[in-house]
Structure formats: C-alpha cells, structure tokens
C-alpha cells in the first residue's frame, strides 16, 4: 500500500489550508493509499543550521540532515514514503517560516555538489503543493511557485501544483480592519470556487497514488 505524508504549513489547523489538504488526503485514501496528516505548527524545530554535517564523506549524517529535533522524524517518514503533500498559505509574497525552514531542512542534505547532478536520496517520493493565497490572481506568484515545483523535482520527485486564490479570512468581516476587501464577495467566493478548488485537491492526492 503506498503511503502519502500530508503536512499543513499553515499556522491555522483548521483554516483554508489545512481544508485543502484534507480534500488531497482524501483522494489518496479513497486511490488506496494509507494517509498521515501532521500539523506542522505542532512541531518545535529550526531551519537549515550550515553545518555541513550532511556532505561530510564517511560521516554519520551523510545524505541525512544532522540536526536532531522534533522535525527529524518526520524528515525520515517523507524520504521513506510514496508521496508528499505540503499545503501552505502565501504571507508577504512567501510561504510562512516554518515551511521554508522545512523545505531547507529536506533540500539541502540531498544536494552533493556534483559535476553530473547526483543527489543523495535514492528513493523518488512524488510530491503535491497547494497554495493558499488571499490575492485574487494566483500569477503573482508564478515565480515562486516555479522555484518550489522545480527543487522538489530534483531533489525529491515529480511534482505537481495547486493554488487556491482570493481565499476567505474571516468568518465576520466586520469585526476586523480591512474595507479593502468585500467580504459579500469573499463569502460567495468561499461557497462556489474553494470547494471546486478542494475538488482539484482531492483529484492531485488520487493522481500522486495512481
């Protein structure tokens, strides 16, 4: 039975991010596939320290990352699994934090430095990135969306995408700052296009198991 990892990089556990990857979640297990679903935010962990550990030759982290904390598991059940799901909001034109100290954390011990281009994981694990955002043209961010598609395709497997824009905030509109929004149009939105959008999810995770 193949096994897919779905992580949620939003600090909301149940906000439009983690909606989405439930929507992915459930297409792998109804392709067949045995799911698992973490909470990223739940983890205490840092970004890529620079040690070098994963390069030295002969050492005992070579091709592993090095640092030892509550990521490190979870580092280990990716590189083993079939498949990966990383859903993630768009904050200041980036992904949070902690998602990009979990992408440095899984990049950087499989880069060798290499004249041919061998990295150091032998097993292929394919991958599906969702994207929420509160813009509503998800082409703002094409650049950085293509940086992500394009590392995890050589550093761990074929990689699909996914974006869900004009994203609803608040489930009252008024009792924040924020005219510039008009929430009449973020609750329709919310009603017609996320679950279309949800029903994409559902198709990716089916496809990354098929």
């Known amino acids: 039975m193949s096994k ?11 906000g439009n991010s983690a909606a989405l990857l439930r929507s992915a ?10 799911t698992e679903l973490v909470q990223l935010g739940s983890l205490n962990f840092s970004g890529c320290i620079s040690c070098f550990a ?10 592993r990352c090095a640092v030892k904390d509550e990521l ?26 902690m998602v990009r100290n979990l992408f440095e954390r ?13 990295i150091a994981y032998e097993k292929r694990v394919k991958v599906g990135l969702l994207y929420t955002m509160n813009v509503p043209n998800p082409r703002n ?19 699909q995408t996914l974006c869900s824009a004009d994203t609803h905030q608040f489930s ?10 008009n929430p009449e149009g973020k609750r329709q939105r919310r009603e017609t296009q996320f679950p ?7 198709e990716l995770g089916a496809a990354l198991v098929r």
């Open 25 to 34: 979640l459930e297409g792998a297990a109804v392709a067949g596939a045995e």
């Open 106 to 118: 899984l990049w950087f011990p499989a880069l060798l430095y290499r004249r041919d281009g061998a």
């Open 196 to 202: 279309v959008d949800c029903a994409k999810a559902k």
């Open 72 to 97: 490190s598991p979870l580092l280990e059940r990716i590189l083993e699994a079939d498949a990966l799901l990383v859903s993630m909001p768009i904050y200041f034109g980036d992904v949070p934090g």
């Open 172 to 181: 009252d509109y008024s009792l924040y700052t924020g005219d510039l929004f």
């Open 54 to 63: 994963c390069k030295l030759l002969g050492g005992p982290s070579f091709g």
């Open 141 to 159: 961010y094409d650049q950085l969306i293509r940086t992500h598609k394009a590392s995890f395709d050589y550093y761990l497997g074929e990689t």
């Open 4 to 14: 897919v990892i779905g992580i949620n990089g939003s600090p909301r556990a149940d």
